[in-house]
């Protein structure tokens, strides 16, 4: 990350190989976009070494599979920021700035932000936390597209990508029982997923995830949790995010991970998956 963002600093100032960030990437034509991208860029970057940083991860998965959840569990146990592009844009449009106007129906509708403003946003994000001290990042939601991820590859090394997945059906329940205190801003989720086994897959219990009695008061639905709008999302996500599971899965980094049922079954197992069982029993973890 420091190596993005010293080059993020130095595109301001200096010649024409530093010019290339995450921004003047996303800008690029589409046309002919990005062949050979990588390679272009190789020269202008000192990509740090894995033992040199934190973990850079991406979460992957469908609007509602939990990435928000698991991410930001993540994060805590390695000590890494997690990075939410929807909360980047969400943060965006609760500002009074420029964008906020632009960005409301795009949102709203469940469309995709321009990769150029969405690469805009994080491209924020990154040197601020570079500016604190950060170390490595778990990504959520980003990348979304194949253009995004290719715009990434460019310019710093993703060691794993974990795709969670779960069925649709459970995904808009989740999403239509997702809530939002508007005073602490933490996720919550009042829906009780309980599905029968069926074709012979097993079925499937995910106890509602309540928020603390002070919380219960100020629970806020997000405007793009509608049955409607989610079922575009999902559509666009088939459309374009499904291809981004296929770029990491030729690479080999996409750990693919069936999430069995609630937190209490899944975050164990994903804590297996990942090798990182020993912190099982974390105790202020679990009570997250
Ligand atoms: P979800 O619950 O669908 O995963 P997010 O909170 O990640 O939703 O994102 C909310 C909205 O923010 C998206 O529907 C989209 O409009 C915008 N957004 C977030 N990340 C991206 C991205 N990487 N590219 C384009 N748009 C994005």
Redesign the pocket.
């Known amino acids: 990350m420091a190596a993005l963002t010293r080059l993020l600093r130095s595109a301001a100032t200096s010649g024409s190989t530093a010019r290339i960030s995450l921004s003047t990437l996303a800008s690029e034509p589409k046309t002919g976009f990005p062949a050979g991208l990588a390679a272009r860029l190789a020269p202008a970057l000192t990509r740090k070494e894995r033992d040199e940083r934190n973990v850079q991860w991406v979460f992957l998965g469908c ?2 599979v939990g ?1 928000g959840t698991y991410a930001s569990r993540l994060s805590q146990l390695l000590g890494v920021p997690h990075i ?4 980047l ?2 943060e965006e449009l609760a500002s009074t700035g420029p964008l906020s106007q632009k960005l409301v129906d ?2 709203n509708q ?4 321009s ?1 150029e403003i ?1 690469v805009e946003l994080l491209t924020k994000r990154l040197s601020k936390g570079e500016e604190k001290g950060e170390s490595g990042f778990i990504l ?6 194949v253009r ?1 991820a290719e715009i990434l590859e460019g310019v710093m090394d993703i060691d794993l990508v974990v795709n969670l997945k779960l069925r649709e059906d459970v995904l808009v329940e989740k ?1 239509l029982g997702r809530r939002i205190c508007s005073e602490c801003g933490k996720n919550f989720n009042l829906a009780r997923i309980n599905v029968e086994g069926q074709n012979g897959q097993p079925g499937m219990y995910m106890p509602p995830l309540l928020p603390p009695s002070g919380c219960m008061t100020k629970l806020i639905t997000r405007a ?1 949790d509608t049955e409607e709008v989610v079922k575009e ?1 999902l559509r666009i996500y088939n459309d374009m995010s499904l291809p981004v599971e296929e770029f990491y899965r030729r690479q080999g980094r996409l750990l693919e991970f069936d999430l069995p049922g609630g937190i209490p079954e899944s975050w164990p197992k994903l804590l297996q998956v990942l090798s990182l069982e020993e912190h099982h029993d974390d105790k202020q973890l679990a009570a997250a």
């Open positions: 609007p509602g990435k939410a592009t929807g909360d844009v969400r795009i949102v469940g469309k995709l932000v990769d969405i959520d939601g980003f990348p979304r597209t995004q999403c793009d999302r």
